[in-house]
Nanobody
């Protein structure tokens, strides 16, 4: 069972940037598609982005609007670079993995989850 650990969250001002990392307990490149999700206080979990097993097949949630970039290295880490952050981006951000390259939608089929990292954007 793959274990995922997120890092890189923190407090940032509106318009600022953060880069989140998610490191797995085993090699995930060419083995797992990886995704980022978030949950804001009082809201349901929201799809942020996903990247395929070999680094392609990238999808973003509609709210991203070109501000975020998902990438991965060739071993066990996936990144989420977030720019032009807004207070509405405040949430706990979770990393997830799924063994299938494709699922019913880009946001489904993830069966391994990290504990999350808090991102807070001040106005």
């Amino acid at each position: 069972q793959v274990r995922l650990v997120e890092s890189g969250g923190g407090l940032v001002q509106t318009g600022g940037s953060l880069k989140l990392s998610c490191t797995a307990s085993e090699r995930t490149f060419n083995k797992y598609a990886m995704g980022w999700f978030r949950r804001a206080p009082g809201k349901e979990r929201e799809f942020v982005a996903t990247v395929g097993r070999a680094g392609g097949n990238i999808h973003y949630g509609e709210f991203v609007q070109g501000r975020f970039d998902i990438s991965r290295d060739t071993w066990a880490t996936v990144y989420l670079e977030m720019n032009n952050l807004e207070p509405e981006d405040t949430a706990v951000y979770y990393c997830a993995a799924r063994s299938d390259e494709y699922s019913a939608t880009p946001a489904t089929g993830f069966n391994y989850w990290g504990q999350g990292t808090q991102v807070t954007v001040s106005s």
